[in-house]
């Protein structure tokens, strides 16, 4: 059973930065999502086995870098000039390997318990 724990969540003024963190306790292809209150959880970003690819929604790209150091089975999103519309929870997921629809919510297999973004104005 593939363990997976976030950190790194915390209030912010808009134009800020956070970096999240997602500890797995095993290499696979990984995403981050999100979900505010009263809307569906949203694909944020995903990174490959190796780091070599990289994927990002529309609404995060140029602002939000994802990175994983795999000597430490941890993956990372790096949140710049963070606006009130990203407040949500932040959950990172996984799957074994990559898949055409990593954006979606299904086909990932492991999901952490999540971690709050406030992002204020």
């Known amino acids: 059973q593939l363990q997976l724990v976030e950190s790194g969540g915390a209030s912010v003024q808009a134009g800020g930065s956070l970096r999240l963190s997602c500890a797995a306790s095993g290499l696979t292809f990984m995403g981050w999502f999100r979900q505010a209150p009263g809307k569906d959880r949203e694909f944020v970003s995903a990174i490959s086995r190796t780091g070599g690819s990289t994927y990002y929604a529309d609404s995060v790209k140029g602002r939000f870098t994802i990175s994983r150091d795999n000597a430490k089975n941890t993956v990372y999103l790096q949140m710049n000039s963070l606006k009130p519309e990203d407040t949500a929870v932040y959950y990172c997921?996984?799957?074994?390997?990559?898949?055409?629809?990593?954006?979606?919510?299904?086909?990932?297999?492991?999901w952490g318990q999540g971690t709050q973004v406030t992002v204020s104005s």
């Open positions: 997921a996984a799957r074994k390997y990559y898949s055409v629809n990593y954006y979606s919510v299904g086909a990932y297999d492991y």
